[in-house]
Antibody, heavy 122, light 108 residues
Framework: QPHLVQSGAEEKQPGASVKVSCKAS????????IIWVRRAPGQGLEWMGW????????YYAQNLQGRVTVTTDTSTSTAYMELRSLTSDDTAVYFC???????????????WGQGTLVTVSS | SYVLTQPPSVSVAPGQTAMIACGES??????VHWYQQKPGQAPVLVVY???VRPSGIPERFSGSNSGNTATLTISRVEAGDEADYFC???????????FGTGTKVTVL
């Protein structure tokens, strides 16, 4: 059974950076893309960025371009999301999720991490 | 770019049927997926490819997609179905997901 386990909650000051990890198990890591999605209080789901299985290609939401980086370490089956220049608007729960690509023309997120609360406050 | 519009809330009595709409011009030509998110939990995929249920999702959950509206139907609603529900399509022109605005389902 696929399993994604994320790092723990973070509290940051405005202007700082945060890096969240997502360790995968129960499947072949390099066969699936990983996407990062966040949900701010009272808001909906917002995609942030995603990375192809071997980390060869990355895609970022336009409104976060330049502030977010997603990477993978295939040797440890771990994905990372770093967000820089944090503001209070970045306070949210951050999720990683697996994206099956092979055989699909429309991608979806089939397994999700448990979520990581990032609080930005002075 | 797509804007997937959902009703903010739907209320339903236990045992009845809840229908959650996801509207967008000609959404019937796209493929729609649905997620359930309960408070304090991660989202769960409940329907993919318009109408396919992942393993472990009850048959009470079904999806359809035609014209300008995709619909998630929950039959014989239970108290445990109370959650936020989101539709999603994949924008292949810019290679990213688009999520619906979300619907809070309340079981009366």
């Amino acid at each position: 059974q696929p399993h994604l386990v994320q790092s723990g909650a973070e509290e940051k000051q405005p202007g700082a950076s945060v890096k969240v990890s997502c360790k995968a198990s129960g499947y072949t890591f390099t066969n699936y893309a990983i996407i990062w999605v966040r949900r701010a209080p009272g808001q909906g789901l917002e995609w942030m960025g995603w990375i192809t299985p071997y980390g060869t290609d990355t895609y970022y939401a336009q409104n976060l371009q330049g502030r977010v980086t997603v990477t993978t370490d295939t040797s440890t089956s771990t994905a990372y999301m770093e967000l820089r220049s944090l503001t209070s608007d970045d306070t949210a729960v951050y999720f990683c999720a697996r994206v099956p690509q092979a055989g699909y023309s429309s991608y979806f997120l089939d397994y999700w991490g448990q979520g990581t609360l990032v609080t930005v406050s002075s | 770019s797509y804007v997937l519009t959902q009703p903010p809330s739907v209320s339903v009595a236990p045992g009845q049927t809840a229908m959650i709409a996801c509207g967008e011009s000609n959404i019937g030509s796209k493929i729609v997926h649905w997620y359930q998110q309960k408070p304090g939990q991660a989202p769960v995929l409940v329907v993919y490819d318009d109408s396919v249920r992942p393993s472990g999702i009850p048959e009470r959950f079904s999806g359809s997609n035609s014209g300008n509206t995709a619909t998630l139907t929950i039959s014989r609603v239970e108290a445990g179905d109370e959650a936020d529900y989101f539709c999603q399509v994949w924008d292949s022109s810019s290679d990213h997901p688009v999520f619906g605005t979300g619907t809070k389902v309340t079981v009366l």
